[in-house]
């Protein structure tokens, strides 16, 4: 789905402190169980004509420890700024809380990550201090069911923007044909660069995200969900790309992805990139039989 900035969302968010972990993860899977999903507090009681929701977290420093940790993981080097990707790891509990409201239509549990665009103003040094806001607009037609798009909005200590991020989810369905099926990209087909993931890559990412969806972690929970095995978390594997192409990109600068196909662990994934007049194209496929795991581009600001 093409970034945008313009779901309508309450004027007053509501503050919450952002919580992570598989007891997170179990109140999102909750509605999904037939019988526990009608009980008072986990029934979804979303009217038709949902307009979104609206939430902030207090005021959070971003530590280097949490940072390095986030670094290591996704193939950073360390530095006095955060990766581009990190100030994710700073919203992904209110996306949860808003998932796991029950004002929002969907269970958290089966909505699939289509999309993901981040808008960074400027990096995000070491030890400051920033404000946090996120909502979620009313639904969008797509071919394949109902997308809901997630906005961020982090700001510092003057109150300036420095970083946003719009993340499409799927809630498949009945679609309406003639809907987008979302954002396109420049071709940049891989070039012999690979990379071997392990089995525990997903608990891995999990620790130092605070995702810990069943899908990423064990052969077992993986298949209790549909899955032949874990797969690798979608936003790992657009880090691992941005990671790729850090030393390449401006201050200021736009990211969009969108993931195709599971990457599953262990396995092996081949990066291509490509240069482009304002920023670079990459992506992610199967080196052996070419299916695409993600396909995204960047766009330097102001170009």
Request: proline share 10%.
């Amino acid at each position: 789905m093409a970034p945008t900035s313009e779901t309508q969302q309450p004027q007053q968010p509501q503050q919450v402190e952002p919580a992570s972990g598989l007891g997170v993860l179990l109140k999102a899977a909750l509605p999904s169980v037939p019988v526990v999903n009608q009980l008072p507090g986990v029934r979804k009681t979303a009217p038709t004509d949902f307009t979104g929701l609206s939430i902030t977290r207090p005021p959070v420093t971003v530590e280097r420890s949490a940072v390095d940790a986030y670094a290591r993981v996704c193939g950073f080097p360390t530095k006095d700024v955060a990766p581009l990707t990190y100030p994710h790891m700073l919203v992904f509990g209110l996306q949860m809380a808003m998932m796991s409201d029950p004002a929002f239509p969907a269970p958290a549990i089966g909505t699939v990550h289509l999309e993901n665009s981040i808008t960074q103003h400027r990096p995000v040094a070491i030890g400051e201090t920033l404000s946090v806001t996120a909502g979620v607009g009313p639904k969008v037609a797509h071919p394949k069911g109902t997308i809901y798009e997630f906005t961020t909005s982090i700001a510092d200590e003057s109150g300036d923007l420095v970083w946003e991020e719009i993340s499409a989810y799927l809630r498949r369905g009945r679609g309406e044909e003639g809907a987008s099926y979302g954002m396109t990209f420049p071709e940049a087909p891989a070039k012999g660069l690979t990379w071997k993931l392990p089995d525990d890559l997903g608990r891995r990412y999990a620790a130092v995200s605070g995702d810990h969806n069943p899908i990423h972690l064990y052969p077992l929970t993986a298949k209790a969900l549909g899955f032949k095995r874990q797969i690798a978390h979608g936003m790992w594997t657009k880090a691992r790309c941005v990671a790729a192409l850090e030393n390449r990109l401006p201050d200021a600068v736009r990211v969009d992805v969108a993931f195709k196909k599971p990457v599953f662990l262990p396995g092996t994934v081949a990066f291509g990139s490509a240069a482009l007049a304002d920023g670079w194209a990459f992506s992610l496929s199967n080196p052996r039989s070419g299916a695409p795991h993600l396909a995204g581009r960047t766009t330097t600001l102001g170009a």
